[in-house]
């Protein structure tokens, strides 16, 4: 399996709390993404960086933020959590190197429960 | 935008049957990527095979092949012998020749193999 790890694996939380998904990689990779999903669904995109201080929002609206001070880790903040922030959280990462694809290596998921 | 679309929400085959899952989209594009990724439960999600638009012969990796048909937007995977351990979501994604590089997920199949 894939060197990307992310913890927690789950969380219950209540609403209004501020909460941070942390997401960390040891492939020395330039790319990491976060994406969310629901239960059963797609994944939709929410955040990405090309690498250290480099942060882009996805093509879904998200009201968490992102931050990229270390290469090897890309944690996603929730300043407070809501209900409808229930779903599930997959962190992934790519090298920069090439000039046409690099895969993307996924890492557990954190499944976010707000109560 | 692109789009992806899986119309079998699920599947259900025995042991050692062939089973073909289902997916197509849209793009104006012409250079691009297609992939399948494997969700099993609660484990990583990880590649299954990768398809490059500007290649006219179809992807294999060992008992998973593709049916990509470019004209029709068609892009189908296909497992042959199947195991229990293929049990799990399958994602067909679409990405962007260069640029970010980011996925876009079809709703996914969810396979079952019985034995």
């Known amino acids: 399996e894939a060197d990307i790890y992310q913890t927690p694996r789950y969380l219950v939380i209540g609403t209004g709390k501020k909460i941070t998904l942390e997401c960390s990689q040891t492939m020395g990779h330039d790319k990491m993404y976060w994406y969310q999903q629901d239960p059963g669904m797609e994944l939709h995109l929410i955040h990405y960086?090309?690498?250290?201080?480099?942060?882009e929002k996805g093509d879904l609206s998200s009201e968490s933020t992102v931050s990229r001070i270390r290469t090897e880790h890309f944690p996603l903040t929730l300043e407070s959590a809501r209900p409808s922030h229930t779903s599930q959280y997959l962190c992934?990462?790519?090298?920069?190197?090439?000039?046409?694809?690099?895969?993307?290596?996924f890492g557990p998921g954190t499944r976010l429960t707000v109560l | 935008a692109q789009t992806v679309t899986q119309s079998q929400p699920e599947m259900s085959v025995q042991e050692a049957e062939t089973v073909t899952l289902s997916c197509t989209y849209d793009t104006s594009e012409n250079n691009y990527y297609l992939f399948w990724y494997k969700q099993p439960p609660s484990r990583q999600m990880i590649l299954v095979i990768r398809q490059e638009a500007y290649k006219q012969q179809n992807a294999t990796e060992n008992r998973f092949s593709v049916n990509f048909q470019k004209a029709a937007k068609s892009f189908s995977l296909k497992i042959s012998d199947s195991q229990l351990g293929d049990t799990a979501m399958y994602f067909c994604?679409?990405?962007?020749?260069?640029?970010?590089?980011?996925?876009?997920f079809g709703q996914g199949t969810r396979l079952t193999i019985n034995p």
């Open positions: 960086s090309y690498g250290v201080n480099s942060t």
């Open positions: 994604a679409f990405m962007s020749f260069g640029g970010a590089q980011k996925l876009v």
């Open positions: 992934a990462s790519s090298s920069l190197a090439g000039v046409s694809y690099n895969e993307q290596f």
